[in-house]
Nanobody, 125 residues
Framework: VQLQASGGGLVQNGGSLRLSCATS????????IGWFRQAPGKEREGVSC????????FYSPSVNGRFTISGDSTKNTVYLQMIDLSPDDTAVYYC???????????????????WGQGTLVTVSS
């Protein structure tokens, strides 16, 4: 499984950004695919994820209502649309995949089977 994240950059406070995660064809199931982020000096945290079985989505409380995860299976790509960004959202964002029994929550970092490289999101004040 290969995951390639892109779309990071510098954005002003209150701005928007869309991240993309291009994957190799995901011909197996079930799995959960999503996004983590890691700010300087902080632990990696789950942001949002989506289950392959039913496309159910989950969000961390800190981004709920501002971030939207979606997927386009024809392009083997998962997106993270981010709006109303604040400096607290500044972090390296990682695409990640958990392979296994469907979860009712986003997997923890320890449960992730595959990681993409990160893409840096910087929100200026």
């Amino acid at each position: 499984v290969q995951l390639q994240a892109s779309g990071g950059g510098l954005v002003q406070n209150g701005g928007s950004l869309r991240l993309s995660c291009a994957t190799s064809p995901l011909t197996f199931g079930p799995y959960v695919i999503g996004w983590f982020r890691q700010a300087p000096g902080k632990e990696r945290e789950g942001v949002s994820c989506m289950r392959s079985a039913d496309s159910r989505t989950f969000y961390s409380p800190s981004v709920n209502g501002r971030f939207t995860i979606s997927g386009d299976s024809t392009k083997n790509t998962v997106y993270l649309q981010m709006i109303d960004l604040s400096p607290d959202d500044t972090a390296v964002y990682y695409c990640a995949l958990y392979r296994g029994t469907p979860l009712f929550y986003c997997p923890t970092a320890n449960e992730i089977n595959y990681w993409g490289q990160g893409t840096l999101v910087t929100v200026s004040s």
